[in-house]
């Protein structure tokens, strides 16, 4: 493991007075940074400090001179500690200071060099290295940021950052012990910020480990987790970009785009990384981070506000939900020639794995009414022909002229090629830019971007398939450092430029599948000179342009081999429960199949009878049937689906409490499903709940009736309570045994919190042509248990469940069937 630093610095808050504040304004940010000596601090992090402290000093010099408003004071204490000894650790650290920070940048603020060494010398002369080598060490180390806050005001804004630069490993004990003995920061309302590096696990399961590890000793508003390219200039543009482009946003979808190019290209290998990416291939190492939350940034839908932070990350995890899982024939791989006898040179004691890919191309699918159909490529490797990283919006060419044709085909511009390229860095623009095609309007630049026309911006005349000069350009006006904008970022809280636990978790989930599966791996060599790499697509698939005539794939067995695909306890499971079709499985595979069920069902009465009807249960365990229906079956022809609700509580619809929120919120805000299409319980009415005299039970039923072909729906998903209710028809309940012309009921007979409920009876429910009931979790093992040794309907309304000429399917995860023991 890197040697265990930890640099602790006081940096000051933005706040500002307008005269010589006294001590009870004083702010302080104390900037604690874990593996200060390690490579990724020498070469960024450290230099971005310094760059951040200069800012804050060149403005309180600045206002000071002018005799205007001051920044409140500033006060710094850096503190260094690692495993090495006091002299070695001295020494490395100043070592780093003094040759690795630099001011031979020109300052964009004004700074002159000589003011910059002045604060670096300042810097270098107050850091205090101390070593850090046990547990004491941390009560030393706590006690001493601790006194720092002693002599602030309680109306003063306190902070800690703790920016973790050390092996993800190691995470979980460091924090431990700053939470166990630095716990007097709470006790004295410090606000903390804990920053980690990737990699966050190496697939969806390690990385909800590590996760509730974390937040075993941090709250989820302290922790940030880095991705560096959302500190890049370009990257933070992307947002502001199509707020202020409603020409070009009004554009972004499905209609218009031809497809969308997330490109990540490296002339490096790995001689600096051989035995982490060893372990990790360039899947874990760039798509599942860097190139998702590209592609997040330049689909999901903006918010109002592009200052609401929650509503920035909500947009972002809805996106998130929607995309597809990547399997393999999306994707193509490849690993360069010299892959393997690098890493036995470098690493001797480092076995090789022979399919790790340095090279992958994957299309990438959304299913949502906006991006159905575009293709999203996200294409990254090492060792490739140039260095350079964009996102490319391509335009279809899809307008047809019938008037005045030959002045359209006159006209310059018309022949453009449409696209709009987010240059991120190196290749052939020589700054960070935002190209816009010139048969779009004049673009408004985002801040820090001004339109160049600049010839020399470029290093050919021809960029991205086009002539440079058939380009608007927004041009970076200051590169702001990706580490320095982190840290700005940190010490002002925006949290929507980091990764939170549910975008982390979600992000797996698109890639999961993929990390697992052998693959097929393509050898090339160093830059690629023969262009073995180039592929076409083909739909969905991908596939390379020319075959491998020397033979050189790896090509592995077909098998997928999943880190879920261990030794376990297995039984065999009957092919029926209680007398009907029986279908298990763990509880994701168990939603995909009953998900991919209802698309078989819907496909046949659509074409049948031009519609399907379809009724959900309330309950959290639909919660995932829901996210695979928008997230996998988007396609489904949503135009002549009809939505019903099985139950709903007696609350408004934006109570969290509702079923029809969750609904909503899971699944039709993410389908095109027309808003006439969707039939919600009439709860409240009149300005009352559930009220018998307005008759919502009633109304509701009427709809059925006049909507539903012959009142028979074509499939009702119900769920099972741990007391054997279904719908909100519960034990010893007289809406049991409603007449069989009563479809809806209003009941009191819920549990206690929402008792007040609506819900489709028993004598609606048998007259589908499908039922599924769907059972998940352990905590339904004894009422599984129970009905099978039962007949009593009142006890057990679930056992009233019995269609007259349809079908009942039980769906039941291994938890619930057999404890957690897996079935054949």
Not at 169 to 175: F, G, I, N, T
Not at 178 to 193: A, Q
Not at 212 to 218: A, M, S, V
Not at 301 to 314: F, G, H, I, N, Y
Request: glycine share 4%; with cysteine; hydrophobic share 40%.
């Amino acid at each position: 493991m890197a040697f265990l630093t930890l640099a602790v610095c006081c940096l000051l808050s933005l706040s500002v007075v307008h005269s010589q504040p006294s001590e009870a304004e004083n702010d302080h940010t104390v900037f604690v940074l874990i593996g200060g000596t390690g490579d990724l601090a020498a070469k960024y992090l450290w230099q971005g400090v310094f760059n951040v402290y200069r800012s804050y000093m060149d403005r309180a010099q600045s206002s000071e001179s002018i005799g205007g408003p001051l920044i409140v004071n500033l006060t710094f204490d850096f503190f260094t500690a690692a495993r090495q000894s006091q002299d070695l650790g001295n020494a490395t650290v100043k070592k780093i200071l003094s040759y690795n920070v630099t001011c031979d940048q020109e300052s964009e603020d004004g700074f002159s060099l000589s003011l910059c060494q002045k604060w670096k010398s300042e810097l270098i002369n107050k850091v205090v290295y101390t070593p850090l080598q046990n547990e004491e060490d941390f009560v030393s180390l706590c006690s001493q940021i601790i006194s720092k806050f002693s002599l602030s005001a309680s109306q003063a804004k306190k902070e800690v950052l703790i920016y973790m630069a050390i092996a993800p490993s190691a995470y979980e004990s460091v924090l431990q012990n700053l939470n166990k003995h630095c716990h007097g920061l709470r006790e004295n309302k410090v606000k903390i910020k804990v920053a980690l590096e990737k990699p966050f696990g190496i697939d969806k399961a390690s990385a909800e480990t590590m996760s509730k590890q974390i937040l075993k000793y941090f709250r989820e508003d302290e922790i940030y987790r880095v991705d560096h390219f959302l500190g890049k200039p370009v990257v933070k543009a992307i947002l502001p970009f199509r707020a202020q482009n409603s020409e070009i946003e009004k554009i972004l979808d499905k209609d218009h785009v031809e497809k969308v190019e997330i490109f990540l290209k490296e002339t490096i290998g790995i001689e600096d990384r051989v035995h982490l990416y060893n372990s990790l291939g360039v899947l874990r190492d760039i798509h599942q981070n860097h190139l998702t939350q590209l592609l997040t940034l330049v689909a999901m839908d903006l918010p109002s506000d592009l200052r609401d932070t929650a509503k920035v990350q909500e947009n972002k995890e809805r996106l998130l939900r929607q995309v597809e899982t990547v399997r393999r024939h999306n994707s193509l791989f490849g690993q360069f020639s010299d892959y393997a006898d690098l890493v036995k040179k470098l690493e001797s004691n480092l076995s090789v794995s022979v399919d790790v890919p340095t090279f992958a191309a994957t299309v990438v699918k959304i299913n949502s009414p906006r991006w159905r159909s575009v293709p999203f490529l996200l294409v990254s490797g090492k060792s490739l022909d140039i260095r350079e990283s964009f996102v490319r919006i391509i335009f279809k060419n899809n307008y047809v002229c019938v008037s005045q044709c030959d002045d359209q085909t006159g006209n310059e511009q018309s022949s453009y090629f449409k696209q709009v390229v987010f240059h991120i860095g190196h290749g052939s623009v020589k700054r960070p830019s935002i190209l816009v095609s010139k048969s779009f309007r004049n673009p408004v630049c985002p801040d820090n971007f001004l339109e160049s026309i600049d010839p020399s911006l470029f290093t050919s005349v021809s960029v991205y398939g086009e002539k440079a000069s058939h380009f608007y350009v927004c041009s970076v006006v200051k590169d702001i450092p990706a580490y320095e904008s982190i840290i700005s970022n940190m010490l002002v809280g925006k949290q929507e430029n980091f990764v939170n636990t549910k975008i982390l978790l979600l992000s797996w989930q698109i890639w999961d599948y993929l990390v697992n599966a052998e693959k097929k791996v393509r050898i090339y060599d160093k830059s690629d000179p023969r262009g073995h790499l180039n592929f076409v697509i083909k739909e969905s698939q991908l596939e390379y342009v020319h075959d491998d005539d020397e033979g050189n794939v790896v090509i592995e067995d077909e098998k997928v081999v999943t880190h879920s695909e261990v030794m376990h306890e297995y039984v065999q499971t009957p092919a029926t429960f209680l007398g009907r079709k029986l279908k298990t499985s763990h509880s994701d595979h168990l939603a995909f199949l009953l998900a991919r069920d209802i698309d078989l069902a819907a496909g046949v009465e659509i074409q049948n009878k031009g519609s399907f009807h379809i009724a959900f249960s309330g309950g959290t365990s639909l919660t995932k049937l829901f996210q695979v229906l928008a997230q996998s079956f988007a396609n489904l022809h949503w135009h002549s689906i009809h939505v019903w609700q099985v139950d709903e509580r007696c609350v408004h619809h934006q109570d969290e409490r509702s079923n029809f929120q969750m609904l909503d919120r899971e699944l039709l805000r993410f389908v095109d499903i027309p808003y006439s299409n969707i039939h919600a319980m009439p709860v409240y009415t009149g300005g009352m709940l559930c009220d018998d005299e307005l008759g919502g039970a009633h109304a509701y039923a009427d709809s059925l009736r006049h909507i539903v072909p012959n009142s028979q729906l074509d499939y009702v998903i119900l769920g099972l309570g741990a007391d054997g209710h279904t719908a909100s028809l519960f034990p010893f309940s007289s809406d049991i045994h409603v007449d069989t012309n009563t479809f809806v009921v209003t009941t009191d007979d819920g549990p206690a919190e929402t008792n007040r409920r609506m819900t489709i009876t028993l004598p609606l429910i048998n007259k589908a042509k499908n039922v599924a009931i769907f059972v998940t979790g352990k905590h339904k093992r004894d009422i599984v248990n129970q009905l099978e040794t039962s007949k009593s309907v009142d006890k057990y309304p679930v056992l009233g469940v019995n269609p007259i000429n349809g079908t009942v399917t039980w769906y039941m995860d291994y938890n619930a069937y057999t404890g957690g023991i897996h079935v054949l």
